[in-house]
């Protein structure tokens, strides 16, 4: 028997390939680098999330706190006035959604039974199929077993929990503030002498300043979409159609799931509110080709090829972090994945991973 007869297929094949066991060790020592990672995320959110989120906010404000001080107002105060807007903008949105949402978490109840009665004179066309099915059902398993238990929605459960999720959010956002306050204030003394202490800090001004761009943007694609939301919803006599509008704006941070949501809200809120199958399905309509036309002609536009990435990548990118930290997750997905390809497209030794992501 010949030398060759005697060597593993699969180990000619990695030989072949150029996978040299130093290769193989430095990609089995990346890979649960990167395990551990998101493993360290995944246990560490509640310590992480105000950290990212106020690093998202210093970005998105850095071009306002720009301009103030080039009208020669100290850093500090700089940040106090910032800071000061930011938080009535909060308490005034807070303020201004409490009362359709307490009533609307009121009547929780009497909304879904209206959804279900109108629901049932929509697929009225289908009720002979569905007599038929249950009929099947029946004679297949009894008369009274296997019936699906009917579900009643208890209000207080449900504002209890919404009490213990508000709970959570106001400490999230308090520390959030304290941190963005910092940033704002001290950030850039720590970044010059950090850039004076490790020259590798010199590639982060550029990139944040890029980040810090695409962020604004979006954020001001986002808000006008908000407005157009709320425009659209007033004329079509929705009920709260700020709150609609707001809605809409948050949502469009998550790409194609948001839109997904906010068109389903739309579609239950009409329902409620209205009687009439073409009042009811002009809503939600109204509200996909707002969003439609934003995703597919006004953000492009606007932003160009250079801040695209790959669809496959993005959705992936999405579910990953909405798994990792929830509702929160998915909002910062996009803007941690434009960051990551940016910083990749500025370090040689990451441009094919920048390449990849790309559109």
């Known amino acids: 028997m010949s030398h ?28 649960l680098l990167i395990v551990a990672f998101f493993f360290l995320v995944y246990v560490a959110k509640t310590l992480l999330l105000p950290v990212v989120l106020a690093l998202v906010l210093h970005l998105i404000l850095k071009p306002i706190q720009r301009f103030l001080l080039r009208l020669r107002i100290n850093r500090v105060a700089t940040a106090a ?24 978490m009121e009547n929780t109840p009497q909304h879904l039974r209206a959804v279900e009665y109108k629901l049932r004179d929509l697929m009225r066309p289908m009720e002979s199929v569905s007599a038929v099915a249950d009929q099947v059902a029946d004679l297949a398993e009894g ?7 009917r579900v009643e929605v208890s209000g207080q459960g449900m504002r209890d929990a919404v009490r213990g999720y508000a709970r959570q959010f106001l400490i999230t956002l308090s520390v959030t ?12 003394i720590l970044y010059e002498r950090l850039l004076a202490e490790f020259s590798v800090f010199a ?32 004329l079509l006599g929705m009920p709260n159609a700020v709150l609609w509008g707001i809605m809409a ?32 399905l002009v809503v939600p309509f109204v509200y996909f080709l707002i969003t439609a036309i934003e995703g597919n002609l006004v953000t492009p536009m606007i932003l160009g090829r250079r801040f695209t990435v790959n669809p496959i990548i ?30 990749c497209e500025h370090t040689p030794a990451l441009r094919s991973v920048s390449r990849i992501i790309s559109q």
């Not at 990695?14 to 996978?19: D, F, L, Q, S």
């Not at 006035?81 to 807070?94: D, E, F, P, T």
């Not at 579910?319 to 929830?326: D, Q, S």
């Not at 997750?329 to 940016?342: D, E, K, N, Q, Y």
């Open 203 to 234: 590639m982060t001004q550029e990139v944040g300043a890029l980040v810090s761009s695409y962020l604004l943007t979006i954020t001001v694609i986002n808000s006008g979409l908000g407005l157009c939301v709320m425009l659209a919803m007033y």
């Open 177 to 188: 503030l304290i941190l963005l306050f910092f940033l704002l204030g001290y950030g850039q």
């Open 314 to 343: 993005l959705f992936a990118w999405l579910i990953l972090w909405g798994w990792l930290w929830g509702v929160a997750g998915a909002l910062i997905a996009v803007p941690s994945l434009m960051a990551f390809r940016i910083v």
């Open 143 to 149: 008369e009274d077993e296997g019936r699906p238990a």
């Open 249 to 280: 704006a948050l949502l469009n941070f998550v790409p194609y799931l948001g839109a997904l949501v906010g068109v389903s809200l739309m579609f239950v809120v009409s329902l409620v509110t209205f009687d009439q199958p073409g009042q009811i």
């Open 4 to 31: 060759n007869e005697g060597v593993n297929p699969a180990a000619k094949l990695i030989r072949e390939a150029g996978i040299t066991p130093r290769k193989w060790l430095l990609g089995a020592v990346t890979g």
């Open 81 to 104: 006035l910032i800071l000061s807007g930011l938080i009535g903008l909060i308490v005034a949105s807070v303020l201004y959604m409490r009362g359709p949402l307490v009533v609307w």
